[in-house]
């Protein structure tokens, strides 16, 4: 581990969380956001990431799959942790084992609820409230082999109102996410 540790941040789209994780750690010394991947070469959150003067890395899914090039460059920037923030692939075999409990995901709905394959973004909010749930919330959690199913490491709760649109909701969660996500990351990596 670098004595600040390193931090990938994984994310497929608009990219506010990581927006936000890059923000709060500006300055503190506590670690460093040394690098934006993104499988998605319309993302919005490589603007921000040029916004924000940190280096992107573009990969394709076969890069992914079936080469070892993100695992190189995660090794070659010293990375010491991985968070994904609004990423929506698998994490291969390959940096799973490389980087044991250090890889961390944020889920917009309250784990093992509304998890899975193909849940994500505005389909949560959407099936959470067509079910008629009312509560929601954001769940951090360890990443392993499938689908939002890794160890939880953190919950935390909002209210479904009658009328709430996934829209409304979806706008609840990022608060939630932008309050806790960049706390639960500091005490997790920095301790
Ligand atoms: C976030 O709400 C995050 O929890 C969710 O995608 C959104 C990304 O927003 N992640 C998933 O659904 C993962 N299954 P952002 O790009 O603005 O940070």
Same mark, same amino acid.
């Given at each position: 581990?670098?004595?600040? %540790?390193?931090?990938?941040?994984?994310?497929?789209?608009?990219?506010?969380? /990581?927006?936000?994780?890059?923000?709060?750690?500006?300055?503190?010394?506590?670690?460093? +956001?040394?690098? @934006?991947?993104?499988?998605? %070469?319309?993302?919005?959150?490589?603007? #921000?990431?040029?916004?924000?003067?940190?280096?992107?890395?573009?990969?394709?899914?076969? $890069?992914?799959?079936?080469?070892?090039?993100?695992?190189? $460059?995660?090794?070659?920037?010293? @990375?010491?942790?991985?968070?994904?923030?609004?990423?929506?692939?698998?994490?291969?075999?390959? @940096?799973?084992?490389?980087?044991?409990? #250090?890889?961390?995901?944020?889920?917009?709905?309250?784990?093992?609820?509304?998890?899975?394959?193909?849940?994500?973004?505005?389909?949560?909010?959407? =099936?959470?409230? /067509?079910?008629?749930?009312?509560?929601?919330?954001?769940?951090?959690?360890?990443?392993?082999? =499938?689908? $939002?199913?890794?160890?939880?490491?953190?919950?935390?709760?909002?209210?479904?109102?009658?009328?709430?649109?996934?829209?409304?909701?979806?706008?609840?969660?990022?608060?939630?996410?932008?309050?806790?996500?960049?706390?639960? +990351?500091?005490?997790?990596?920095?301790?």
């Amino acid at each position: 581990m670098n004595p600040i %540790p390193r931090i990938a941040v994984f994310a497929s789209g608009s990219g506010s969380n /990581a927006q936000r994780i890059a923000e709060y750690f500006e300055g503190r010394d506590l670690l460093e +956001i040394s690098a @934006i991947y993104c499988n998605n %070469p319309d993302a919005y959150v490589l603007e #921000r990431a040029n916004m924000l003067g940190i280096h992107t890395v573009l990969f394709t899914r076969s $890069d992914f799959y079936q080469t070892t090039s993100v695992l190189d $460059d995660l090794n070659n920037r010293e @990375i010491d942790w991985i968070v994904l923030a609004g990423f929506l692939w698998l994490i291969p075999d390959s @940096i799973l084992k490389a980087y044991p409990q #250090r890889i961390i995901n944020i889920h917009p709905a309250l784990l093992p609820a509304y998890g899975g394959k193909g849940m994500y973004g505005m389909k949560v909010h959407e =099936s959470v409230i /067509a079910s008629g749930e009312k509560q929601s919330g954001i769940t951090i959690h360890h990443v392993n082999e =499938s689908y $939002d199913e890794g160890d939880i490491i953190f919950q935390a709760t909002c209210q479904v109102h009658p009328g709430d649109t996934p829209e409304m909701l979806a706008a609840k969660i990022h608060e939630l996410e932008y309050e806790y996500f960049p706390v639960v +990351i500091g005490k997790l990596v920095a301790g």
